[in-house]
Every structure is written in C-alpha cells, then in structure tokens.
C-alpha cells in the first residue's frame, strides 16, 4: 500500500514527526534534509506538494550555490541518503544497522534486484564510477509516481 500523506495545506499544523514522514514519503530520509527543512515546514503553509518539492529544490539550490563546506556537507548529506542502485541501504551504508528506507525505495530497489546478475554487475560499475568521480554522492535515477492524482518525485 502507497504511503499516505496528509493534505499539503495542513503539514504546517502537524507534528514535526508527522511534517517528517511526508518529506521521507516525497524524498529519501534525510536528518540532514530534516533540519534544512523544519523552519521552513513550521512556518510556511502549501498549496500543494508539488509546491513543497519546489521549496525543497530552492533551499538545496541555495546550498548548492554557497561555499560554505557546511552547505555542501549538508547537500551531500541530502543527496547520498540514497542506497546505491541495486542494493539495500544497509549494504550501501557499510554494513551498519538497520538504516530507514522508504516503502518506495523499497519497490525500486526490489525491480533493481529482478535483473540477472549482467544487470547487477552493470549497476554494480555505475555506481563506482559514479561514486568516484563524485565522492559522497550516489548514482541515482529520478521518476515521477503518480499517488492519489499527486505527482512525486523521487530520487
């Protein structure tokens, strides 16, 4: 069952916890995507999700353009939340505990995982390549889900 999500008008009066899962269903778990966004959930009321998306893309753009090694650590942060392509995040983190992925990602790693092992092995040298030509991040593949007449990105 697809994750639900509360209407996007009302995040602003919901519990921090509650304001948290709609950004985990929208995007991968993030504490630092957390942070970023927690001033900005508590005060600022949404017309819709896909205003909230284009709220998060604006606060990362921004840390994007800065040259402060904290925004970039914190951009890094946001961006290598997700397990390498073909993987389980445990895998992906170094084998550490149990770490949260979300029931999406679970689904697209688990179609991932479908493949013979050509496929896995394809996946396996993208993300090396990827990885080493971008340290902290990981090679990921962006889709649009249509949920309940909502688009939502997912990376």
């Known amino acids: 069952m697809p994750p639900t999500l509360p209407p996007a008008s009302s995040l602003k009066e919901q519990p921090q916890e509650q304001q948290f899962q709609a950004l985990d269903t929208l995007f991968e778990s993030s504490p630092e995507l957390h942070t970023l ?46 397990p390498r392509l073909g993987q389980p995040k445990t895998a992906a983190a170094g084998g550490g505990g149990a770490e949260h992925l979300s029931e999406l990602s679970k689904k697209e790693q688990a179609n991932l995982n479908t493949g013979a092992e050509e496929q896995a092995e394809k996946l396996r040298a993208l993300n090396a390549e990827y990885e080493e030509k971008f340290p902290g991040l990981r090679f990921v593949y962006v889709i649009l889900v249509l949920l309940h007449g909502l688009f939502i990105i997912r990376c």
Request: proline residues 4%.
């Open 37 to 82: 966004m927690a001033p900005v959930l508590a005060n600022q009321t949404f017309s819709s999700y896909a205003s909230l998306i284009d709220a998060v893309g604006g606060r990362m753009s921004a840390l994007s353009a800065a040259n402060s090694p904290t925004d970039r650590d914190i951009l890094v942060g946001i961006l290598g939340s997700h």
